[in-house]
Structure formats: C-alpha cells, structure tokens
C-alpha cells in the first residue's frame, strides 16, 4: 500500500471490515454519501482499525464519523502523510 489511501483500497476496505461491497467509481462520485452505500459509522470504525493495525499509526480523530468517502480520504491520508513526513 504507497502512503495514500486510493478509492479502490477503500473499497476492498469496506467489503472486509464493513461487509459492503461498493463500486470504487461510485466511491468517487461528487457528493456520494456513506449512507448511500450502507456504511455507517461502526463500518467506519472497522477500517480505521484495520488501517491504524497496518501502518502503525493513529487516524486522525472523526474519520470514523466522515459522511463521505471523500472526507473520510482526507482525513486519513492527511494522517498518512503526516506519518512518513515524521
């Protein structure tokens, strides 16, 4: 995994932690929703998890209440960048 989390990443995400299989293209889309997808926020949780185990480092607080799949993509490779910047 390169230090960003990509769309399709974070779908194979979702369908391990969450159990929901979305289309990472749909991921992308202006003004998707987590809602629109059935994730909610302890779906979230489980991929904040899964990525804090995998690099070593803590998710930048809220990205598990993200709304959005793009929100949720700034808040945790802000928290990525910061890590290899360290």
């Given at each position: 995994?390169?230090?960003?989390?990509?769309?399709p990443e974070?779908?194979?995400?979702?369908?391990?932690?969450?159990g929901?299989?979305?289309d990472?293209?749909?991921?992308?889309?202006?003004g998707?929703?987590?809602e629109e997808f059935?994730?909610d926020?302890?779906?979230l949780?489980g991929?904040?998890g899964?990525l804090?185990?995998?690099?070593?480092?803590?998710?930048?607080?809220?990205?598990?209440?993200?709304k959005?799949p793009a929100?949720?993509m700034d808040?945790v490779n802000?928290?990525?960048?910061?890590?290899a910047?360290?």
């Open positions: 995994m390169s230090n960003n989390l990509s769309y974070l779908a194979a995400l979702l369908q391990a932690r969450a929901v299989t979305v990472p293209g749909d991921l992308e889309q202006p998707a929703l987590f059935g994730v926020s302890l779906g949780l991929v904040v899964e804090e185990n995998r690099h070593g480092l803590k998710v930048t607080s809220g990205a598990e209440s993200a959005t929100e949720f808040l802000t928290s990525l960048v910061t890590k910047g360290a």
